[in-house]
Nanobody, 125 residues
Framework: QVQLVESGGGLVQAGGSLRLSCAAS????????MGWFRQAPGKEREFVAA????????SYADSVKGRFTISRDNTQNTMYLQMNSLKPEDTAVYYC??????????????????WGQGTQVTVSS
């Protein structure tokens, strides 16, 4: 089992920045492909970014490309999401997730096996 805990959410003005962290515990001796998803009120959960086990394979949703950066520090069992140039439409609960995929990473929620509890990001206009 893997436990994931997000932190770093909060209230920020449009154009501002936030850095989310996702700390993993449990069976972290196996580095998992990981991802960030978000869910706005009244909307379905959607893909934001994903990263493979060692970091060189990364994918972003078109809506955040060029503004968000995903990274991971396997020595610290932590994944990050640097969010710059935030917009009101980025307001959502952000979730981190880990996948048992053996290779690569995934943009699909169905491929993720472990989820955090979420952290709220609110961007005011």
């Amino acid at each position: 089992q893997v436990q994931l805990v997000e932190s770093g959410g909060g209230l920020v003005q449009a154009g501002g920045s936030l850095r989310l962290s996702c700390a993993a515990s449990g069976r972290t001796s196996i580095n998992y492909p990981m991802g960030w998803f978000r869910q706005a009120p009244g909307k379905e959960r959607e893909f934001v970014a994903a990263i493979n086990r060692s970091g060189p394979i990364i994918s972003y949703a078109d809506s955040v490309k060029g503004r968000f950066t995903i990274s991971r520090d396997n020595t610290q069992n932590t994944m990050y999401l640097q969010m710059n140039s935030l917009k009101p439409e980025d307001t959502a609960v952000y979730y981190c997730a880990a996948s048992k995929l053996r290779i690569g990473m995934s943009r699909s929620m169905v491929n993720y096996d472990y989820w955090g509890q979420g952290t709220q990001v609110t961007v005011s206009s």
